[in-house]
Every structure is written in structure tokens, then in C-alpha cells.
């Protein structure tokens, strides 16, 4: 059973526009939604976080979207840059407590220039 | 050190064989955690760790997976036996705290590959 869900496994973007990525949950426990950013041959990097309790998170360039009733969340990339081409993992914690995150498939993101 | 190190960056084993993966955590971090990822499909839960102590193992096949992480030493992730289903880039992650909203810092992940 898949409590994390990333429908989209691919996005192409041009450079300058808007990207957003979406992610949808299934689980009510978690509190805690990251998304993290992983290139070729390396171990996914933190990008954002969003707490329940909040329903935007914005950092720079990055801007995470909650819809707890939807159980949804979205990454935003605006403006987009041929730097941001990667494949992007939507996770969650809180439903057990020990820290242990739930994965999406990930999306993997390609801005033209 | 400022970066979760794993070793090998690579490892090839023949069905049946013993594999055996390394993880330095970040200096300071108390908490690591153990993540396969099979053909670049979401990351799997292992294994967790509070320093030398199992944190949480829910993750963990019964059979022929192991993990410790001992004092002064680099964590390990051992698999007896090895099946061909087994073959996933295993990650291990390092954090200071266990809360929700503590970052976990990745390393670059070892490829197993069962032959």
C-alpha cells in the first residue's frame, strides 16, 4: 500500500517558467512533508519542508503547498532554471514517531533552456 | 565529518554471497538510517539507529539482513546470502535528532548488484 504517491514520473519545463511537482498522501498521522532533490549517482538533498500545521512554505526560488483536506501537497519552482533538472522526491514522517520517511516514486523534472 | 560517507560506491556479489555496506554519519549526528531504493522506485525503510542502539527495525526483512552500528566504527548493513531481488542502491542517512522536522542528510548511496 502506497501512502505516498507521486503520479507524475516525468515533467518538462521550459527555463524562466513555473514548475510544480505534486504529491498526494494517504496516511492522516503524518505531520511533516519534505521534498528532496536527487541527481545521477548521488543521495537525494533537502530542499523544503511544510509541518501540518502550515499550508505554505516558501524559500527562495521554492515554495511547498499544503491541502490537508485534499491530503495533496505541491513543490513550486518559479523561476525555473536548467540547474533545478533532477528527479524530485515528495516524503512524509510522523506516522510512527521514529523519524522514518515514507517515499513517493519521484518526478523527474527537465527544464529546457 | 560534514558529509555521510558510504562505502563501496560500488558491489558485486554472485546469489548466495555475503554483502557488507559502510556508513559514517555526520560528526555529532546521533540518529542514522538504512534505505534501499530498488530500481529507482521510492526509497524503502530499513532500520534506524539511536547511536549503538536499534531505534526502529520495522523495515527490516527477517531473514538475512543485519545492521549495527558500533562505537568508534562505521555503521553496517549486512546481507547474508544475497538474492538477486536484493540488488537496490542502499542509502543511509544521518540526523542530530529523531523529531519530524529534523533534516536527514543522505550520502551518495552504494549500488548493489546481485549477479
Known amino acids: 500500500d502506497q501512502q505516498v504517491k507521486q503520479n507524475s514520473p516525468s515533467l518538462s519545463v521550459q527555463e524562466g517558467r513555473i514548475s510544480i511537482l505534486n504529491c498526494d498522501y494517504t496516511n492522516s498521522m503524518f505531520d511533516y512533508f519534505l521534498w528532496y532533490k536527487k541527481y545521477p549517482a548521488e543521495g537525494p538533498t533537502f530542499l523544503i519542508s511544510?509541518?501540518?500545521?502550515?499550508d505554505k512554505n516558501e524559500d527562495g526560488r521554492f515554495t511547498v503547498f499544503l491541502n490537508k483536506s485534499a491530503k495533496h501537497l505541491s513543490l513550486h519552482i518559479v523561476p525555473s532554471q536548467p540547474g533545478d533538472s533532477a528527479v524530485y522526491f515528495c516524503a512524509a514522517s510522523g506516522s510512527s514517531n521514529t523519524g522514518k520517511l515514507i517515499f513517493g516514486q519521484g518526478t523527474t523534472l527537465q527544464v529546457k533552456p | 565529518g560534514e558529509e555521510v560517507a558510504q562505502t563501496p560506491k560500488h558491489l558485486v556479489r554472485g546469489e548466495g554471497q555475503k554483502a557488507k555496506l559502510y556508513c559514517a554519519p555526520i560528526k555529532g549526528h546521533s540518529y542514522v538510517f538504512w534505505y534501499q531504493q530498488v530500481l529507482k522506485n521510492e526509497f524503502k525503510f530499513l532500520i534506524s539507529f539511536q547511536n549503538e542502539n536499534v531505534f526502529d527495525e520495522t523495515g527490516m526483512p527477517k531473514e538475512r539482513f543485519s545492521a549495527k552500528c558500533l562505537p568508534n566504527s562505521p555503521c553496517s548493513l549486512e546481507i547474508q546470502a544475497t538474492k538477486l531481488e536484493d540488488s537496490a542502491v542502499y542509502f543511509c542517512?544521518?540526523?542530530?535528532?529523531?523529531?519530524?522536522?529534523?533534516?536527514?542528510?543522505f550520502g551518495p548511496g552504494t549500488r548493489l548488484t546481485v549477479l
Open positions: 511544510i509541518s501540518s500545521i502550515k
Open positions: 542517512a544521518s540526523s542530530q535528532l529523531v523529531a519530524n522536522w529534523d533534516t536527514q542528510y
